[in-house]
């Protein structure tokens, strides 16, 4: 795994000659974000060794180098998730590549269902914490000790240092923001009722089906975590509605400016707090 993982970053170094020092994974319907960023250099997944390559619709799979508010970033536009079919350390993979390239700092985003009562569709969230519910966990098997400990403290999986950061951001600008704990499910079905009341019982605000693997395996890294979901559908008791896969890029795409604007700052702002 190591040498996959050096080897694929070796080949990646030798095309772009790039050190980005802030990792971005987009998630569904957010790749506006990407008009944002000076492109410098592209690189397509399947053009890149030991990388899996992406099967949704909406999907993108490239990985983009340049610069996001004066600062180098590498931005993973299309990510891999459990219910494709790919292992948990292959889930993770890039993450660990991204890392090797040099980033210090990992930005994560995805659509997800809300499940508390004060959400609304288009909303924004800020990751406060995570609940994994996935059935594995990245980090089995044995312990890649180059990597990170054994037993990863996760004690602040997001950081708090990066969510005050972008606090004061949204509040500065009047952006209005939500804050909460994702749960992370295996999809592809979306939750029944009883099941997003229970996610919501045992202490989620959302549920989506991406972002933890990634999260757990950056912590591993030592790599501070900023993270936020756009609420693309409501999994609220008494309020359930048929959600489909275009609804939920449909409501991405309505969240993304404050979303984007967000990431932004706190993009430009890391190595402030830090
Ligand atoms: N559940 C799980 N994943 C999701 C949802 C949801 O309601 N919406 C977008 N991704």
Do not use: W
């Not at 993982?5 to 980005?20: G, L, M, R, S, V």
């Not at 340049?66 to 600062?71: E, Q, V």
């Not at 756009?230 to 890029?249: A, N, Q, Y």
């Amino acid at each position: 795994m190591l040498k996959k993982i050096q080897e694929t970053a070796d080949f990646i170094k030798d095309q772009t000659n790039f050190e980005p020092e802030v990792g971005i994974v987009l998630g569904t319907g957010l790749g506006g974000l990407v008009e944002e960023i000076e492109i410098e250099k592209t690189l397509e997944y399947t053009d890149i060794p030991n990388f899996p390559v992406s099967t949704v619709s909406g999907h993108k799979g490239c990985l983009l180098f340049g610069n996001l508010n004066g600062r180098k970033i590498v931005a993973m536009q299309g990510r891999f998730h459990f219910y494709e079919g790919y292992s948990m350390q292959e889930l993770v993979f890039q993450i660990r590549v991204m890392r090797f390239l040099g980033i210090q700092m990992l930005v994560v985003s995805n659509a997800c269902g809300g499940m508390n009562p004060a959400f609304n569709v288009g909303d924004v969230m800020i990751i406060r914490d995570h609940i994994n519910l996935l059935p594995g966990n990245p980090l089995i098997g044995k312990n890649i000790d180059e990597l990170g400990p054994r037993f990863p403290d996760m004690g602040e999986a997001y950081s708090r240092k990066l969510i005050q950061l972008a606090e004061k951001y949204a509040n500065d600008q009047g952006i209005l923001y939500q804050k909460g704990v994702y749960a992370s499910v295996t999809g592809p079905t979306f939750e029944t009722p009883a099941e997003y009341k229970y996610i919501h019982i045992i202490g989620a605000d959302a549920v989506g089906m991406s972002t933890v693997p990634e999260v757990i395996a950056a912590r591993h890294m030592g790599v501070p975590v900023f993270g936020m979901s756009v609420i693309t559908d409501l999994g609220v008791d008494g309020v359930v509605e048929e959600v489909s896969h275009e609804e939920v890029i449909k409501a991405a795409k309505t969240a993304e400016p404050k979303m984007s604007a967000m990431i932004s700052a706190v993009v430009k702002g890391f190595d402030q707090v830090l």
